[in-house]
Structures are given as structure tokens and as C-alpha cells.
């Protein structure tokens, strides 16, 4: 894809989500990798819906910006998982309601924030990851995901939002709705006893589809 091509799918991508909700505000934020190895980043306070293309942030292939706007205070997040996971070619970072609602429930597993309740959820986001709060942008975001050691693709942070990378950008996005999605129906079952899926059959996705679990 070209570097053109690529930033207008970030503006047509982040209104998407923003149309929808799933952020607001100037909350939200995504990166790209180009074909040379850098990357394209949403601006810093900046709308999800209403980016213009030619002022994204972009960054070679050594990580220094050499032009557009003030990328994203989340950088230090993004660059933790580019660093841990070769696979990565997208992040997706939202303040979507229902996964900062499940982060802040006393009952959410840190160590599986979503249980296994549709294989769609197992097969695109994996085992996510519950992090502790941190203050956006605190380059402590970054080192708690490497110290995950590119073992999930999927994290929650806390009182804040959930983060995922995907080997593309729309991969990325299709995660990130996806765990929203999840959340919700987290929400909607919680004072209910829902049938999960059993351990074979998330074995069976996991195995098929190469998840993280």
C-alpha cells in the first residue's frame, strides 16, 4: 500500500470509529507502519473524526519524526508493541465505554479481562491483558507492555481504554471493535451465569487460528 493510500485509510478508519462512538472527543489514537519501516501517527489532540491526511505524524525507520503534527502522548504505548511483536503493522488505541467500564470492575481477571464467550473474540484479540492505571502518555505504559514480551495482542488499561495491534491497519480495527463487542455482552451477562466456551473448544480456535492464548 502506498504511503497515500495508507493515511487516507487512517482518517477513513479513525471517523469510522469515531461516528460510532467508540471514541470521542480528541480521545483515541492509531499508528501505522509504512512499507519503508516508519511509521504514520494521529496527532496529539486531535478528533478521531476529523484528521486530515497530509498532517498525520510521521516517523522513519529509526523513529524520529520528520514531519507532520505533534504525534500522539500515547507513542511510548505504540512503540512497546512494534518492539515486541515483529507481526505488528497497526495499533489501535480507544476510550471505547464498555471495555473502560469492564476495566474498572473489581471482578475483572488481570490475567484474562474477557472470558471466552464468542470464538470471534478468542481468534482476534487472544487471552487480553488487564493493566494496572497509568497517566496517559507515562512512558511506564510502554514498559509494562514489554514486559509482556510480545506475548498478547490485546491489553486493557485501567480507568482507561483498550490497546491492540494487528498485522495490518484493518486488522487492528476489526480487534478493537471486536474486544469492545465483547465488552458489552461482558456487560450485558454480567449478573447472569452465560455459557462459555469450554476449554477444548477454545483450544480448537487457538490451534486453528495461531492465537496468542
Known amino acids: ?94 476510550h471505547s465505554t464498555h471495555s473502560v467500564a469492564v476495566s474498572m470492575l473489581p471482578e475483572t481477571d488481570p490475567d484474562c479481562a474477557l472470558k471466552p464467550l464468542t470464538a470471534y473474540s478468542v481468534m482476534r484479540l487472544g487471552r487480553v491483558k488487564l493493566l494496572p492505571y497509568f497517566r496517559p502518555g507515562d512512558p511506564a505504559t510502554g514498559d509494562a507492555i514489554r514486559g509482556l514480551a510480545g506475548r498478547r495482542s490485546a491489553v486493557l488499561l485501567a480507568n482507561h481504554g483498550p490497546v491492540v495491534a494487528g498485522k495490518d ?6 480487534a478493537v471493535e471486536e474486544l469492545e463487542e465483547t465488552a458489552r455482552l461482558t456487560l450485558l451477562l454480567r449478573h447472569a451465569q452465560p455459557v462459555l466456551l469450554t476449554p477444548a473448544q477454545v483450544q480448537d480456535v487457538v490451534t486453528t487460528f495461531d492465537v496468542d492464548w
Open 169 to 174: 491497519l484493518e486488522a487492528a480495527v476489526h
Open 1 to 94: 500500500m502506498t504511503e497515500s493510500a495508507l493515511r487516507e485509510m487512517i482518517c477513513d478508519l479513525a471517523r469510522s470509529l469515531f461516528d460510532r462512538g467508540l471514541t470521542a472527543g480528541a480521545s483515541g489514537n492509531i499508528t501505522a507502519r509504512t512499507s519503508d519501516g516508519g511509521l504514520l501517527a494521529t496527532p496529539t489532540g486531535t478528533s478521531m473524526g476529523r484528521l486530515d491526511p497530509a498532517r498525520l505524524a510521521h516517523f522513519d525507520a529509526s523513529g524520529r519524526q520528520i514531519n507532520g503534527d505533534p504525534a500522539t502522548k500515547e507513542m511510548p504505548l505504540h512503540s512497546a508493541f512494534y518492539e515486541t511483536r515483529r507481526s505488528a503493522g497497526a495499533v489501535v488505541h480507544l
